[in-house]
C-alpha cells in the first residue's frame, strides 16, 4: 500500500552504457532520466498502434550532453506535435509532423524535460529547457 499511496513514479536511467534504448508499451508511465554525457543517445518510442490511448512518458536531463544530442524519436512514419517553452525568454516553439525531438549537445542543461502522450493516433510532446535551443523539435 504504501508504493501506491506515496504516488511513486518508474525511474530509468538512461547513462553512458546506452547509446541506444528501445522503449517498449510496458514502459507506459516511466520518467526517463538522461545521464549519459559522452556520447549520442537515441531513445526509440513504440509504435502508436502498439502504444495505444493514454501511454506515456517523460524524459528528464539529469547531466546535460557534452558530447551529442540526446535524442527520442517515434517509430516508423508516427508523428509528434508539441510546443517546447524555454525559460530564456518564455517563447514557445511548436512543430507539426516531426519524427523526433532532440536535447542539443551544449544548450541543454540539467532539468530540461519532455513528456510525451499518446491519443492513439499522434504523439503529443511538451517541454520545457532553460535555453531557447535547449530542446529542438525535428523532422
Not at 508539441?82 to 509532423?97: K, L, M
Request: aromatic fraction near 8%; charge should be negative.
Amino acid at each position: 500500500i504504501g508504493r501506491y499511496s506515496a504516488d511513486r513514479k518508474k525511474i530509468q536511467e538512461v547513462d553512458d552504457a546506452d547509446a541506444t534504448v528501445t522503449v517498449t508499451v510496458a514502459d507506459c508511465g516511466t520518467i526517463f532520466v538522461l545521464k549519459n554525457k559522452a556520447q549520442a543517445v537515441t531513445m526509440n518510442l513504440p509504435k502508436i498502434a502498439d502504444a495505444g490511448k493514454g501511454w506515456w512518458c517523460k524524459f528528464i536531463v539529469k547531466a546535460a550532453p557534452s558530447g551529442a544530442d540526446y535524442v527520442v524519436t517515434a517509430a516508423g512514419s508516427d508523428t509528434m506535435i508539441g510546443v517546447i517553452v524555454t525559460g530564456a525568454d518564455g517563447a514557445a516553439t511548436d512543430q507539426s509532423g516531426t519524427g523526433q525531438f532532440a536535447f542539443k549537445n551544449g544548450a541543454a542543461v540539467e532539468g530540461d524535460q519532455v513528456e510525451v502522450l499518446c491519443d492513439g493516433v499522434k504523439w503529443y510532446v511538451l517541454g520545457h529547457c532553460n535555453a531557447a535551443t535547449g530542446i529542438d523539435m525535428e523532422a
